[in-house]
């Protein structure tokens, strides 16, 4: 009994019990028959002299135990997981493939012209990105979709490096009833006309709103909603980096708030496991990090 250990696999089945409801339902998932999956989750409470599930009709309940041993589980494969990945990674040399998510403010110019520096020095690694926005891009961290994120708020957890501080201005068409005001706009004037905004990405969409109007559209991605208010249908605020054509062609001009006109907003740049990170990786997070540096210094 002393030299007998519980296996990953073993672990694995009981959390597919847990997480399909049930073991037939988890034999299916697992390409198993169900007395392989029962006799998994009987070793595990044999050898642990333990009871995991107690059977509720016909579904496998956790036991306190038994929940207890599914949050330790879950654990020890997440770590399984990454170790194996930070192996292949280091085994291999530079990254086949890396993936970003990148808040959809930040200037897409500025990340590509990145991409392209790194596919000049690594022209076989390829890049997948997610662009997200606010929650969608912490789910993509907690979720371990990514190797990097240029990300709004920082989830917990995870550490993240100051990476560019954007100014938002609020606009509207030319010809828009909030400049035909003669005055400076108030909130009051606001509400009355239609905002444009962006929906967070991810599975748990909580769209926020600086103001809460009585006529509002939602859309998916922040170039649909500048289109929308080029074409005179609201107002919204947007990066000044992402309408700078538009400001400069005049389809899109500043309202005069007499009081909170520009915000702004501070993105991060997160390595979403820094031990396990690739040398592609790194590599890109430092370009990004020159890149916008030498930006903001050209500006200045």
Known sequence: MENQYITLDQWRTLLAVVDTGGYAQAAEVLHKSQSSVTYAVQKIESLLGVKAFEIQGRKAILTPTGQFLYRRARALLDESSALERAAKRLS???EAEIRIAAEIIFPSWLLLECFDRLGKESPHTRI???ESVLGGTSEALLQGQVDLAIAGIVPSGFLGTPLLRMRFVPVANPS?????LGREVTIDDLRKERNLVVRESGTRRSTRVAVDTTQRWTVSHIATSIEAVRMGFGFAWFPEEKIRNELRDGSLKPLPMRDGGERFAQLYLVLADPDAAGPGTRHLAEIIREAVGSE?????
């Open 92 to 94: 291999a040399g530079w």
């Open 128 to 130: 997948e990105l997610i």
């Open 176 to 180: 828009h009833p909030l400049h035909q």
């Open 296 to 300: 903001c210094l050209r500006h200045e």
